[in-house]
């Protein structure tokens, strides 16, 4: 709704407004580990237990793949989180913030929800000419 009202608002001041939709396909699976939990510490606060919680979360994840029957051996995941509940989602918000702050640096308006990210910018239409 924010967004439909901000496009709303650059609409009746006679500006235009530029709406690109982002889906970061395969982001959760793409998630660094290290990263994320350095991310976590330095950037969050996160420590003691509570980054130990996380790191046993995310860490000796396993894949199992199973083809006609035949299983194969399990691969350790070395990136990405699980997508379950409300977790998931916030592990990617908390990942992607250095986005945050470079798109603040730009003056560009931003909505993000776990992979999908709406970025927006009204601009004056008084240097268009016909």
């Known amino acids: 709704m924010r967004i439909a009202n ?4 650059e609409i009746d001041a006679r500006n235009v407004c530029i709406l690109a939709l982002l889906d970061l396909s395969a982001a959760f699976d793409t998630l660094d580990h290290e990263i994320l939990l350095k ?5 969050f606060g996160v420590k003691g237990s ?11 994840r396993a894949q199992k793949v199973i083809l006609k029957a035949k299983r194969r051996s399990d691969t350790i995941m070395r990136f990405g989180v699980p997508i379950v509940f409300v977790l998931g989602p ?3 918000t908390l990942y992607t913030q250095p986005l945050v702050e470079i798109l ?5 308006n931003y909505h993000f929800y776990a992979d ?3 970025l927006y910018k ?3 239409t008084k240097h268009i000419t016909d």
């Open 6 to 9: 901000d496009i709303l608002m």
């Open 39 to 43: 991310r976590l510490e330095i950037t």
């Open 50 to 60: 509570a980054l130990s919680w996380f790191c046993s979360y995310i860490a000796d």
């Open 90 to 92: 916030m592990i990617l």
């Open 104 to 108: 603040q640096q730009h003056n560009m």
């Open 116 to 118: 999908d990210t709406q």
């Open 122 to 124: 009204g601009a004056s």
